[in-house]
């Protein structure tokens, strides 16, 4: 199974929606999933999705037990720890979402499959599907598609936010019952154990990262999400007039991922991290990364003293991570911490030096964005997540 690039000249990628891609299991192992479509027929006319109805693409189908042989076929050769299934719409949502789950059964009751298994779910289908989908998957996903309402209803009109919204809340009361459950009784089953995940196109409509940030922040709050993924739009051929004509850069991506970081794992509450973002378009700088972009922004909490200061303001330096930060709290309980202590964790010190206060160390106070960012900009294409 070929794995290509977002260029189309490397390895390790499966942009075009098909191929072997890379995921988490709850236990935190990273995994290799078979990532397929069940078909890419579609009855709906999404603007931005190459295999809409008035695409002019060729069709294809598997049966659902030829995905079911395939995955099998796959899993005992070692190339697959599991399956990610999607579709387009055949027939009906509730025609679609019954050969997803039928393909999920099979491989758990008819061949006892182990394996990962990551469904993509359709939020008009009945609940009862939805339900049946989530007992024999690890991971649901149920996609929002867009940032906003009126993306939405600009680019797939056949989709509605209220009705995605109102599957993601089933699917989230669905997990929180079942987990309440099988705390009680032993043999009641698992649903869905790795949660619910969803994803969202960027670029396709005007909707800035501080609107994408925003969003994403409200669906972790009401929904107990376990990922948002972002998917910077592509163009594609036959193109609807509305889209435009351009791809966004890749870097934006990887920067509202790194935005997302903050929320799940820093501490930064979802307007802190808006912030960062530049007051007037809306969007993060692409040059650095959020958090350095938020360090810059206020400047008046910092330099802050890593022999003193709190485990939550430490994890908003530019350079330190959060296990970083873990190893700090430890080494202060035994001895006053230099800069040279700093730099044996591996951090990049130019980055810290200007917000970190040390035993032997007091920055100079910068207060100009374009002193401190020529001191702490990474190299040209360094792609760092964080420290």
């Known amino acids: 199974m070929k794995r290509t690039s977002r260029d189309g000249k ?8 098909m191929g072997i891609c890379h995921s988490y299991a709850p236990d935190g192992r990273c995994i290799s999933l078979l990532k397929i479509l069940l078909t890419n027929s579609c009855v709906f006319d999404c603007h931005y999705c190459i295999n809409r ?5 060729r069709r294809a189908r598997f049966t659902t037990k030829e995905v079911v042989d395939l995955t099998l076929s796959f899993y005992r050769r070692n190339y697959i720890e599991g399956l990610f299934l999607s579709s387009g719409i055949i027939q009906s949502p509730d025609y679609t979402m019954e050969q997803i789950v039928e393909v999920a059964r099979s491989l758990r009751e008819d061949h006892q499959f182990r394996g990962y298994i990551h469904l993509k779910t359709i939020p008009d289908a009945d609940p009862a599907l939805i339900h049946r989908a989530g007992l024999h998957a690890d991971r649901i996903s149920i996609n929002v598609e867009l940032p906003t309402d009126a993306g939405l209803r600009r ?27 099988r705390r009680r009784y032993r043999h009641a089953p698992r649903f869905a154990p790795a949660g619910q995940s969803t994803q969202m196109i960027v670029g396709a409509d005007a909707a800035t990262d501080r609107d994408i940030v925003t969003r ?28 435009p004509l351009k791809r966004p850069p890749l870097e934006r991506e990887h920067r509202l991922y790194q935005s997302d ?23 993060m700088p692409l040059d ?17 003293d890593v022999n003193g200061a709190p485990r939550n303001l430490l994890l908003r ?20 911490l230099g800069l040279a202590d700093i730099a044996r964790l591996k951090v990049p010190m130019a980055k810290v030096r200007p917000f970190l206060i ?26 760092e997540l964080f420290g």
């Open 261 to 283: 970081w903050l929320m799940r794992f820093y501490g930064f509450g979802p307007g802190e991290v808006a912030a960062a973002a530049d007051d007037v378009t809306g969007m």
């Open 155 to 181: 680019l797939a009109p056949e989709k509605q936010t209220a009705q995605i919204e109102g599957a993601m809340d089933g699917m989230k009361r669905d997990i929180i019952d079942t987990g309440d459950a």
């Open 10 to 17: 490397g390895l390790g990628s499966t942009d075009q929606g």
């Open 216 to 243: 994403a922040a409200g669906l972790y709050d009401r929904f107990a999400l376990k990922r948002v993924y972002y998917s910077a739009f592509s163009p594609i051929p036959d193109a609807s007039a509305v889209l």
């Open 53 to 57: 109805k008035s695409s002019n693409v």
């Open 288 to 304: 650095i990364d959020p958090k350095l972009a938020w360090a810059l922004k206020f400047r008046g909490t910092f330099p802050v």
């Open 317 to 336: 330096v530019p350079g330190l991570g959060a296990r970083t930060v873990d190893r700090i709290l430890t080494a202060r309980r035994w001895r006053r």
């Open 358 to 383: 040390a035993s032997d160390w007091r920055p100079v106070m910068l207060s100009d964005r374009e002193d401190i960012t020529t001191l702490v900009k990474p190299a040209p294409r360094q792609m």
